[in-house]
Structures are given as C-alpha cells and as structure tokens.
C-alpha cells in the first residue's frame, strides 16, 4: 500500500491523499496527527492541491470518525 498518492486533479492541480497510521489502535491523539499534518501540508506546498488524509482502512478503533474531523471543511 502506498501512503501518499497523488493524481492530477481540475485544472492545474492535484489530488494528494495521505494515509497514516496511528501508534496504536486506539491512540487518543489521532486526530492532532492529523490536523498536523494538514496544517504542515497546506503551510509548505505551494502548487494547488485537494488534500484528503486518512486513517490506514483498519489501523484505528475510530477511524471514520477521526477521517471526517481531519477533513472537516470547517
């Protein structure tokens, strides 16, 4: 599995997903890696891109829950 993909996305840009795992199935900070992540991404890549960052499909006991936080517009 790769963790990061990227693909053309509209007009001059990109579509990077990121998927990553947690420390453990249950790690309570979760979401802060996350939203980390997005915040350090979105600060230093200067092309335009759609960011989707993911949970690894089974690597957390919330993962769904903690997908749509990290991805929440708002």
Excluded: W
Aim: with cysteine.
């Amino acid at each position: 599995m790769n963790s990061v993909q990227v693909q053309p996305f509209e007009e001059n840009g990109y579509l990077v997903r990121i998927d990553f795992n947690p420390t453990v199935p249950h790690c309570s900070l979760a979401s802060l890696i996350g939203l980390c992540l997005r915040g350090k991404i979105q600060k230093n890549v200067v092309e335009r891109i759609k960011l989707d960052i993911v949970i690894a499909e089974g690597k957390h006991s919330t993962e769904e829950e903690i997908n749509k936080q990290i991805n929440d517009k708002e």
